[in-house]
C-alpha cells in the first residue's frame, strides 16, 4: 500500500522505481510499499527506501526519508518484519505452516486523518485517548492520503491463507529449495483497493456497492443502529445463556468500553430520525459517527496483526482506536443473541433506540448490521479467525431468528467451514509446542466449536460433515477458566500445572465454557464416526461394529469428570439448579442423541429390532421436557428451547409416535408401556404449544404439535370402539396415517418424519 513517506515512484521510461538495496544489487524489485517483498524476507526493511532522485549525489537524507531509516518497532520493543503469505507448510507440524499475520505496527495505523490513539493497558483497566475526528471528517472513505482518486491505483497486503503441501507453490518453499531461494521466490500477491475498477467499468458504475461511497452509507447506516451505551452495557452483562466460545464475555465487555472510550462523543451525539447519508451530495455536516466507519476502514487496510502473549494487548489489536469491521459485527451479533435470550417483557424493548421492536426483530436488525460488517470484510478480502468467529455468530443469530430450516443457513455454513480452513484453524500447533496464550486458547475454542456445530448441521439435516478427523487437527482446548487466560503469565503458567495429564481441572469446577466444550468436543467426536456410517455410501455395517460404537460412546462419556454428569451413580438426577442444571442436561441430550443414531443405523440395517431404539426415544423426550418442567429455573435459557424441541424432541417424538401406530393396530414387535407412551407425548404437546411466535422454530413446533396430536386422538379412539384386530400371517393390512393415508407396513420407521411435507396439504391448517 503505497504511503505518504515511502511512495513507489515512477521512472523516465515510465516503469516503477527499485527500492535502494535491489537498485543497487541489481535485483528485481517487487515494488511494494511500504517495503518490497525481498527486503522484508531479508531483514532489511531499514534501508527499503524508494529514492526519489537515486542518481543524485548528496551528503544528507533526501528530504522526507529520515523517517523511514529506522525499523519500525512494536509495543513490545522489538524489530517487526513482514512476512510472506506462506506458499506452502512446513514440517512441524507435518506439512503445515500455520498462517503469521502482518505487523500493523510496520505501517501507519490510523484511519484516515486519525493518527492512532496510543492504548494503556493493565491487568483490570483500559484507558484509550479519543481519536481526534475533525481530520478524518474530511477524508475519504479507506483512500490513502495523498493525491485526489489514489487509492484507485493502491495496493494492499492480503490476509494470510493456509497453503497445504499440494499447492500450486509449495514446491518452491519447501525445505529442499533451499539453494538459491530468491530465485525460487515467486513473490507477494497485492489486493487493489475494493473500489478499484478492476477489467473496466463495473455494471453499476458510480452506483456499483462495492465503490467507497456505497461502502460509506452502508456502514453508517448499520453503525446508526448501534444501540446506546446504557443498552449495550445492560445487554453485556444480563445474559449469562450466551456463554458461547466465539462471544467471549471478556472479549465483548472490553469492545464495549474501548469503543465508547474511544468514540464517546460521537456516539452519544444526538442521532436524526434517519442515518444521514447523502451529506456529501446535499453539503450538510459530516455525520459524527463517520469517525468511526473511517476508523474501520482504515484499519481494514492492513491484515490483522499478530497475536501478543498479553490477553489485553490482544484485545487492543481489533478493539478501540483500532477497531476492525470483524469486531464491530461480532458486537453486533452478541448483542443480537442477547436480544433473543432476553424477556419479552424487558424494559430494554422500551428503551427509544429500540425503535419499539420486539426481541425477534430487535434481532434481526442487529443481525442485519453484522452482515453488513462481514460484506466489508469479503469487499475487502479480509480472512482471519475473527471474520470465522464473526460467520458462526451469524449463523447462530439467523437460527435464532428463522429456525434451522432455510437454505441460507447451509450457505452459511459452507461460509464458516471454508473461512476456518482458509484462516488455518483445522491445522493448529499442538499443546507444548508454542505458548498458551489467550489468542491460542481462543482458536482453538473457537474451532472446536465450529466441530460440533458442523456435526449438529450434519444430523439435523442429513447431509455429510465438512469437517473431518482425517482432515483436520481437532485438538480439545485447556480446562481454564477466562479470568485466568487473562491473569499474569506467572498466574497462568500455574493454573496450566495444576490441570491433569488430560486438560481437566482437578478441582471439580465447571468453568462456564470450556469444560463443558471439551466434553461437547469429544461427543461429537463419536458423532462424526456415526455419520459415517449412516450418511457414508459403501460402508460396511455389521452387528459387532454397532456394539463396538456404542461400547465406545459410552466408555468415552463415563470417562468424562463427575462434575458433567446430569444423573449421579445410582441413576438418580443430581439435584442441581439454573446453568450448572441445563448444562448437564444439555450434555446428556448430546450422548443419548449418539445412541438414538446408532439404534437408527442399526435399525435401518435390519440388525435390531427397534427396541433399542424406542428406549432411547423414550429417555431422551423425558430430558427434552425437564427443559420445560423446570423452566422456571432455566428461564435464562428459554430462548433455545424451541432448538432443542426440534433437534432432541421432534426425533424421539417420531419413534414413539410410529410405535404406538403400530401397537394399536397389533404390529408392534417391542414393548411399550402404552399409557407411558401417552403421557409423554401429551406433555410434549404442551411444550410446543408453550413455544413463543418470537422463537425461530415456531411455525414448525406448530406443524408437530397438530401431527402429534392427530395421532393421540387416533390412538385413544381406536382404544375406545374396538381391540387391536389380530393381524394373520401375510395379511396386508392398511394402518391409518395421518399424513400420508397409507399403511406403515409400506414406510420405513425411520424416516417417518421425511415422508411428512410439511408445507402442503389440508391438515396444515391450524385454526381448525
Known amino acids: 500500500m503505497p504511503t505518504r513517506e515511502n511512495s513507489v515512484g515512477y521512472r523516465r521510461n515510465g516503469k516503477k522505481q527499485a527500492c535502494e538495496p535491489c537498485r543497487k544489487g ?14 522484508v524476507r531479508r531483514k532489511t526493511t531499514a534501508k527499503c527506501i524508494y529514492h526519489p532522485a537515486p542518481m543524485t549525489r548528496g551528503r544528507g537524507s533526501p528530504t522526507g526519508i529520515p523517517a523511514l531509516q529506522q525499523s519500525p518497532t512494536d509495543p513490545y520493543g522489538q524489530s517487526t518484519q513482514f512476512s510472506s503469505p506462506p506458499a506452502s507448510a512446513t514440517l512441524n507440524p507435518p506439512f503445515f505452516s500455520p498462517p503469521q499475520s502482518i505487523p500493523r505496527d510496520a505501517l501507519p495505523t490510523g484511519p484516515p486523518g486519525c493518527p492512532k490513539a496510543a492504548v494503556q493497558t493493565t491487568a483490570t483497566q483500559t484507558t484509550n ?62 489486493r487493489k483497493h475494493p473500489g478499484a475498477w478492476m477489467y473496466g467499468e463495473p455494471l453499476f458504475g458510480f452506483h456499483r456497492p462495492n465503490g467507497p461511497t456505497a461502502r460509506e452509507k452502508q456502514t453508517l447506516r448499520a453503525l446508526w443502529n448501534l444501540p446506546s451505551k446504557e443498552t449495550c452495557e ?60 473511517d476508523a474501520m476502514f482504515g484499519n481494514e487496510e492492513m491484515p490483522l496483526p499478530p497475536d501478543p502473549d498479553d490477553g489485553i494487548e490482544w484485545l487492543n489489536n481489533f478493539t478501540g482506536p483500532n477497531i476492525r469491521f470483524e469486531m464491530m459485527g461480532m458486537l453486533f451479533c452478541f448483542l443480537g443473541l442477547a436480544y433473543l435470550a432476553t424477556q419479552d417483557w424487558d424494559p430494554v424493548f422500551k428503551h427509544p433506540d429500540n425503535h419499539g421492536r420486539d426481541r425477534k426483530q430487535a434481532a434481526w436488525r442487529m443481525k442485519e448490521c453484522a452482515n453488513v460488517c462481514l460484506t466489508m470484510c469479503d469487499y475487502s478480502e479480509t480472512v482471519n479467525y475473527l471474520v470465522t468467529a464473526l460467520i458462526l455468530n451469524i449463523k447462530r443469530l439467523e437460527t435464532g431468528c428463522t429456525g434451522d430450516e432455510t437454505y441460507q443457513m447451509r450457505r452459511l455454513h459452507g461460509d464458516m467451514v471454508t473461512t476456518a480452513i482458509t484462516s488455518g484453524l483445522h491445522r493448529l500447533p499442538e499443546h507444548g509446542t508454542t505458548k498458551v496464550t489467550p489468542a491460542s486458547e481462543y482458536k482453538r475454542r473457537l474451532f472446536g466449536n465450529i466441530y460440533c456445530n458442523d456435526k449438529i448441521q450434519a444430523s439435523l439435516n442429513g447431509v455429510p460433515p465438512l469437517l473431518t478427523r482425517r482432515f483436520c487437527d481437532v485438538q480439545l482446548c485447556l480446562d481454564l477458566a477466562d479470568d485466568v487466560l487473562f491473569a499474569p503469565p506467572e498466574q497462568l503458567a500455574e493454573a496450566i500445572r495444576e490441570l491433569d495429564a488430560d486438560g481437566w481441572n482437578k478441582t471439580g469446577a465447571c468453568h462456564e465454557i470450556s469444560t463443558f466444550l471439551r466434553a461437547r468436543i469429544q461427543i461429537h467426536m463419536i458423532r462424526e464416526e456415526i455419520l459415517e456410517l449412516a450418511l457414508g455410501v459403501n460402508v460396511d455395517v455389521s452387528v459387532v461394529r454397532i456394539n463396538d460404537l456404542h461400547q465406545k460412546s459410552q466408555q468415552m462419556f463415563e470417562s468424562l469428570p463427575h462434575q458433567l454428569h446430569y444423573y449421579d451413580e445410582s441413576g438418580i438426577s443430581k439435584n442441581n439448579s439454573g446453568n450448572l442444571l441445563y448444562d448437564q442436561a444439555f450434555l446428556n441430550l448430546q450422548h443419548l442423541q449418539n445412541k438414538f443414531l446408532i439404534d437408527r443405523v442399526a435399525k435401518a440395517r435390519g440388525l435390531e429390532n427397534g427396541q433399542g431404539l424406542l428406549n432411547t426415544a423414550m429417555e431422551m423426550i423425558d430430558l427434552s421436557l425437564m427443559f420445560w418442567s423446570k423452566r422456571d429455573q432455566l428461564m435464562a435459557h428459554s430462548h433455545g428451547f424451541d432448538w432443542i424441541m426440534t433437534y432432541y424432541g421432534i426425533p424421539s417424538a417420531g419413534v414413539i409416535c410410529v410405535e404406538l401406530l403400530k401397537t394399536s393396530s397389533g404390529q408392534s414387535s417391542v414393548q411399550i408401556s402404552r399409557s407411558d407412551a401417552i403421557q409423554k407425548l401429551t406433555l410434549f404437546i404442551a411444550f410446543l404449544e408453550w413455544i413463543r411466535p418470537t422463537d425461530g422454530n415456531y411455525t414448525l413446533a406448530q406443524r408437530l404439535r397438530k401431527v402429534v396430536r392427530q395421532v393421540l386422538d387416533y390412538v385413544l379412539d381406536i382404544a375406545q370402539k374396538e381391540p387391536a384386530p389380530d393381524v394373520l400371517a401375510g395379511e396386508d393390512q ?9 399403511g406403515y407396513d409400506d414406510i420405513n420407521d425411520l424416516d417417518w418424519l421425511n415422508t411428512i411435507d410439511w408445507t402442503q396439504g389440508v391438515w396444515m391448517d391450524f385454526n381448525q
Not at 541489481?26 to 527486503?39: E, V
Not at 475533525?134 to 491463507?161: F, I
Not at 392398511?734 to 397409507?742: A, E, F, R
Open 734 to 742: 392398511l394402518l391409518y396415517d395421518p399424513m400420508l393415508g397409507v
Open 234 to 293: 445492560a445487554l453485556v452483562t444480563v445474559p449469562q445463556s450466551l456463554r458461547c466460545p466465539s462471544l467471549n464475555f471478556r472479549m465483548m465487555r472490553h469492545c464495549v468500553t474501548t469503543l465508547w472510550s474511544t468514540f464517546g462523543s460521537e456516539l452519544a451525539a444526538p442521532r436524526p430520525d434517519k442515518p444521514t447519508l447523502e451529506w456529501r451530495e446535499t453539503g450538510e455536516e459530516p455525520p459524527p459517527l463517520l469517525a468511526i466507519s
Open 26 to 39: 541489481k535485483l528485481g524489485c517487487d515494488h511494494g510499499a511500504p517495503f518490497c517483498g525481498r527486503c
Open 129 to 190: 485517548t479519543p481519536s481526534s475526528t475533525t481530520a478524518s471528517l474530511s477524508s475519504g472513505v479507506g483512500q490513502p492520503k495523498g493525491p485526489r482518486g489514489a487509492w484507485k491505483h493502491s495496493e494492499y497486503p492480503r490476509s494470510q491463507k493456509f497453503y497445504g503441501p499440494t499447492s500450486f507453490s509449495a514446491i518452491f518453499s519447501e525445505n529442499d529449495a533451499k539453494v538459491n531461494r530468491d530465485l525460487l521466490d515467486i513473490g507477494e500477491d497485492k
